[in-house]
Nanobody, 122 residues
């Protein structure tokens, strides 16, 4: 089970950190990812991290502004977001792969959280 938190309303230029708490004992064996979805659009890749955090990959829109990280001792995935702009407004989802290696397509992820809303005002 995955549960996101940390979403909210911020102004453009501000920062926000999302968290995703995972239940179970196998968190450290799963690659994880963050995706986002705007109304009327498909769910899109934001960032992904390998099972022990050695490999990360970001969408172009996230590079230089977002940082994905994980704490395997606490079963928590993070997404630090800075310099937010209105285009970042979306529901953000965390997801887990069954495999240890990163992925960028939603269909590669087997488990999903319920999402957390991020709204950036101009």
């Amino acid at each position: 089970r995955l549960r996101e938190s940390g979403g909210g309303l911020v102004q453009a230029g501000e920062s926000l950190t999302l968290s995703c708490a995972a239940s179970g004992r196998t968190f450290s064996t799963h690659a994880m990812g963050w995706f986002r979805q705007r109304p009327g659009e498909e769910r899109k890749f934001v960032a992904t991290i390998s099972h022990i955090g050695g490999t990360t990959h970001y969408a172009e829109s996230a590079k230089g502004r977002f940082t994905i990280s994980r704490d395997n001792s606490q079963n928590i995935l993070y997404l630090q977001m800075s310099n937010l702009n209105p285009d970042d407004t979306a529901v953000y989802y965390c997801a887990a792969r069954r495999e240890a290696t990163i992925g960028v397509r939603p269909d590669l992820f087997a488990y999903w959280g319920q999402g957390t809303q991020v709204t950036v005002s101009s």
